[in-house]
Every structure is written in C-alpha cells, then in structure tokens.
C-alpha cells in the first residue's frame, strides 16, 4: 500500500512529498531530497492497523 506525506527537509527546508511503501511495516532508510540532493533519514512508523507516521532528520556522518 503506497501513502504520500508531505515532509520538510532538514537541509534546505522545503516541503516535499515522500511516497511511502506502508505494506513493508516500519522502517529507517536514507533518501535524497528532490530539491537540494542532501541525503536525509526517513523514520517510518506504522501500526498494526495501517496508520503511520514519517519523520526525517539529516543524514548523520
């Protein structure tokens, strides 16, 4: 099941839209922003009954 969210990157600020595989249950993976090309983390969170939330926070050396 694929959701969008709209989220903020931490490099440039910009609002962007992630498409999210919710059907993978929760999960930690980088991802680079469209706008500026800094890798970010995306924390996805989802529940046993199919909600979710996504957060992002920069890329940690």
Do not use: K
Not at 9 to 31: H, K, M, N, T
Not at 39 to 49: A, I, K, N, Q, R
């Amino acid at each position: 099941m694929l959701e969008e969210a709209v989220v903020t990157c931490p490099a440039c600020w910009q609002d962007i839209v992630l498409e999210l595989d919710l059907s993978g249950g929760s999960a930690r993976y980088a991802e680079d922003c469209p706008v500026c090309c800094r890798p970010m983390t995306v924390s996805l969170h989802v529940d046993s009954e199919g909600g979710f939330e996504v957060s992002v926070e920069p890329e940690s050396d």
